[in-house]
T-cell receptor, first 115, second 114 residues
Framework: SQQGEEDPQALSIQEGENATMNCSYK?????LQWYRQNSGRGLVHLILIRSNEREKHSGRLRVTLDTSKKSSSLLITASRAADTASYFCATDLNAGGTSYGKLTFGQGTILTVHP | DSGVTQTPKHLITATGQRVTLRCSPR?????VYWYQQSLDQGLQFLIQ???????AKGNILERFSAQQFPDLHSELNLSSLELGDSALYFCASSFRDYRGEKLFFGSGTQLSVL
């Protein structure tokens, strides 16, 4: 089963609205990352939040992490049509304090922002 | 532009054939990762190389193999291809600092097995 599972699978909103995507994971992590993928293109790193952090901001992006619930959320404020893409969370697993060095990706949330 | 180069962009071949996918990482990056993306399986980690040596292995089939050369470019070899191998194959290189390791993805190779 997937380490990271995003919710919802698909989200459709109007320009200017906020978009919130959630990610749940199963095991202890070093950090959690969010990536964006435009249709058929490579993934692009958006933001990284470490396991000892609760919130990170980057421009219109806000990421929260709740390690007690093993969940994270990505908020995109004032969305634009150009934000239309798939968004993936990825977990960097913690194995006895040493990172495996490979990221495990969830299935992604497909975000559609209508002009 | 991520700085990671993958060739070819598209590949169409027949079942039973063998293909090679090529990846050049960002300048200075020592790690190369290979991922397979399909509609039913999502993004699956295949294998990672670090400075020429295999570092981690994921859901890579025995029919698939990879290597990383002294100049750090990597090749993914897929043999005895089956229809189900049709997918988008990504290569990524990584940058690690005190916060963690971030991946930079190439634009992928779309493999179609007919």
């Amino acid at each position: 089963s997937q380490q990271g599972e995003e919710d919802p699978q698909a989200l459709s909103i109007q320009e200017g609205e906020n978009a919130t995507m959630n990610c749940s994971y199963k095991t202890s992590i070093n950090n959690l990352q969010w990536y964006r993928q435009n249709s058929g293109r490579g993934l692009v790193h958006l933001i990284l939040i470490r396991s000892n952090e609760r919130e990170k901001h980057s421009g219109r992006l806000r990421v929260t992490l709740d390690t007690s619930k093993k969940s994270s959320s990505l908020l995109i404020t004032a969305s634009r049509a150009a934000d239309t893409a798939s968004y993936f969370c990825a977990t960097d697993l913690n194995a006895g304090g040493t990172s495996y060095g490979k990221l495990t990706f969830g299935q992604g949330t497909i975000l559609t922002v209508h002009p | 532009d991520s700085g990671v180069t993958q060739t070819p962009k598209h590949l169409i071949t027949a079942t039973g054939q063998r293909v090679t996918l090529r990846c050049s990482p960002r300048s200075g990056d020592l790690s190369v990762y290979w991922y397979q993306q399909s509609l039913d399986q999502g993004l699956q980690f295949l294998i990672q190389y670090y400075n020429g040596e295999e570092r981690a292995k994921g859901n890579i089939l025995e029919r698939f193999s990879a290597q990383q050369f002294p100049d750090l470019h990597s090749e993914l070899n897929l043999s005895s291809l089956e229809l189900g191998d049709s997918a988008l194959y990504f290569c990524a290189s990584s940058f690690r600092d005190y916060r963690g390791e971030k991946l930079f993805f190439g634009s992928g190779t779309q493999l179609s097995v007919l």
